[in-house]
């Protein structure tokens, strides 16, 4: 490969989130749970991140026609979206603009949709904000995740906001233009406003295709928040730089003032930049990227199918994490938990955190080197040798 995804640095003491929550560990404990990456950055952002360093003033900042181009070159060449940059509302993550989006377009009371086991920040924005979450809970068909749409049906009834994640974390899939197309006429139909995290969708593996929602046609693309992030991308999520991407003018416009009322309008220098060089110049760093991950990706299957033959591992058809049943051992939830954290020294998104029908599965990050991912692995086959079948 021509970039390198094998350098690793301990972020422990630098106040990284996943870091510091584990405490003092070995240095061969790494965090493998919260979705940042344990890979360097692309060399081309490090460089460009170091003149803004060493330019020395950083005053407010904005976006301009540098950035707007940026945006719309990748959304064109990666994701076949043909954007207008006056669509784009910049926001400090996507995260924010979840919790916009449910302050703008919904009132305290309303029900917001959403498809368990999903990424738990989708319903602290709502409860948080005095809505109420309805959920049609995605269900298990011949060891694929699918979407039930008689049910999806009857609880768009009740909702006014719709929370699309896709890719989906934690399960990995990649819905189908069918699929999407589908939830997007039920929710036209019962005048449901479709909110879609597409954070990862630049994280597709081979074999897959990501559909952006809103290409869909312009009647999907009139009734949608597209919010969309290089975060996951190039490993940028402490450089706060994430757009919603708006192409009704009304939504447009109204989203907008949302977000300043919130009193969130300066952003960082340092992520305008590292989006502007990423967006045209890491392509390729991002391609390597993605084949980094299946071989991890692959990896795992293959030691779980060696050693563990009675878990589950899920095809992974998108994100940097794998997603894995583990019900197989009897332990309850907590349990599980317990002993991952003890005795395997292995630090995972626990199943539970998505919801009711995440327990007993566990989320491991794969965007990290792979003498990582063997060193957890091989903790993991001793902390559980006496399931080995």
Same mark, same amino acid.
């Given at each position: 490969?021509?970039?390198?995804?094998?350098?690793?640095?301990?972020?422990?003491?630098?106040?990284?989130?996943?870091?510091?929550?584990?405490?003092?560990?070995?240095?061969?404990?790494? #965090?493998?749970?919260?979705?940042?990456?344990?890979?360097?950055?692309?060399?081309?952002?490090?460089?460009?991140?170091?003149?803004?360093?060493?330019?020395?003033?950083?005053?407010?900042?904005?976006?301009?026609?540098?950035?707007?181009?940026?945006?719309?070159?990748?959304?064109?060449?990666?994701?076949?979206?043909?954007?207008? =940059?006056?669509?784009?509302?910049?926001?400090?993550?996507?995260?924010?603009?979840?919790?916009?989006?449910?302050?703008?377009?919904?009132?305290?009371?309303?029900?917001?949709?959403?498809?368990?086991?999903?990424?738990?920040?989708?319903?602290?924005?709502?409860?948080?904000?005095?809505?109420?979450?309805?959920?049609? =809970?995605?269900?298990?068909?011949?060891?694929?995740?699918?979407?039930?749409?008689?049910?999806?049906?009857?609880?768009?009834?009740?909702?006014?906001?719709?929370?699309?994640?896709?890719?989906?974390?934690?399960?990995?899939?990649?819905?189908?233009?069918?699929?999407?197309?589908?939830?997007?006429?039920?929710?036209?139909?019962?005048?449901?406003?479709?909110?879609?995290?597409?954070?990862?969708?630049? %994280?597709?593996? #081979?074999?897959?295709?990501?559909?952006?929602?809103?290409?869909?046609?312009?009647?999907?693309?009139?009734?949608?928040?597209?919010?969309?992030?290089?975060?996951?991308?190039?490993?940028?999520?402490?450089?706060?730089?994430?757009?919603?991407?708006?192409?009704?003018?009304?939504?447009?416009?109204?989203?907008?003032?949302?977000?300043?009322?919130?009193?969130?309008?300066?952003?960082?220098?340092?992520?305008?930049?590292?989006?502007?060089?990423?967006?045209?110049?890491?392509?390729?760093?991002?391609?390597?990227?993605?084949?980094?991950?299946?071989?991890?990706?692959?990896?795992?299957?293959?030691?779980?199918?060696?050693?563990? =033959?009675?878990?589950?591992?899920?095809?992974?058809?998108?994100?940097?994490?794998?997603?894995?049943?583990?019900?197989?051992?009897?332990?309850?939830?907590?349990?599980?938990?317990?002993?991952?954290?003890?005795?395997?020294?292995?630090?995972?998104?626990?199943?539970?955190?998505?919801?009711?029908?995440?327990?007993?599965?566990?989320?491991?990050?794969?965007?990290?080197?792979?003498?990582?991912?063997?060193?957890? %692995?091989?903790?993991?086959?001793?902390?559980?040798?006496?399931?080995?079948?």
């Amino acid at each position: 490969m021509k970039y390198d995804f094998q350098t690793f640095h301990l972020r422990r003491g630098i106040e990284a989130i996943k870091w510091d929550s584990i405490g003092n560990q070995p240095d061969d404990v790494v #965090p493998l749970s919260v979705a940042d990456m344990e890979l360097l950055s692309p060399p081309q952002i490090i460089s460009a991140l170091k003149e803004t360093a060493e330019f020395g003033m950083w005053g407010y900042t904005w976006w301009g026609e540098r950035y707007g181009k940026a945006v719309q070159h990748w959304m064109r060449t990666r994701h076949n979206w043909e954007i207008d =940059p006056a669509w784009i509302v910049q926001t400090n993550g996507v995260v924010q603009g979840l919790y916009a989006a449910v302050r703008c377009f919904t009132q305290p009371g309303d029900n917001v949709l959403i498809q368990p086991p999903v990424y738990y920040p989708f319903r602290r924005s709502i409860e948080l904000n005095g809505r109420k979450t309805i959920e049609n =809970p995605l269900k298990l068909v011949d060891g694929r995740y699918e979407i039930d749409f008689d049910d999806f049906a009857e609880k768009a009834k009740q909702a006014k906001m719709f929370i699309l994640c896709n890719p989906h974390n934690p399960v990995g899939r990649v819905w189908t233009p069918e699929e999407l197309r589908r939830m997007g006429d039920i929710c036209l139909e019962n005048n449901v406003l479709v909110v879609s995290d597409d954070i990862h969708f630049d %994280l597709i593996m #081979p074999g897959y295709k990501h559909t952006v929602y809103a290409t869909l046609g312009e009647k999907y693309a009139q009734n949608c928040i597209m919010l969309t992030a290089p975060s996951k991308t190039f490993s940028l999520a402490a450089l706060c730089v994430a757009n919603a991407i708006i192409p009704n003018k009304e939504l447009h416009q109204r989203f907008y003032d949302e977000v300043n009322v919130s009193g969130c309008y300066t952003y960082s220098i340092f992520g305008v930049r590292a989006l502007e060089v990423g967006y045209t110049e890491c392509a390729d760093w991002v391609d390597e990227l993605l084949q980094h991950i299946h071989s991890n990706y692959l990896y795992v299957k293959n030691y779980m199918a060696e050693n563990f =033959p009675q878990i589950k591992v899920f095809d992974l058809e998108g994100t940097y994490l794998c997603w894995f049943d583990c019900r197989c051992f009897g332990l309850d939830e907590k349990a599980l938990e317990k002993k991952m954290v003890e005795e395997a020294k292995l630090y995972l998104d626990e199943g539970y955190l998505f919801g009711k029908e995440g327990a007993g599965f566990e989320r491991i990050n794969l965007a990290c080197p792979r003498n990582v991912l063997e060193k957890s %692995l091989a903790r993991f086959g001793e902390a559980f040798a006496a399931y080995k079948q």
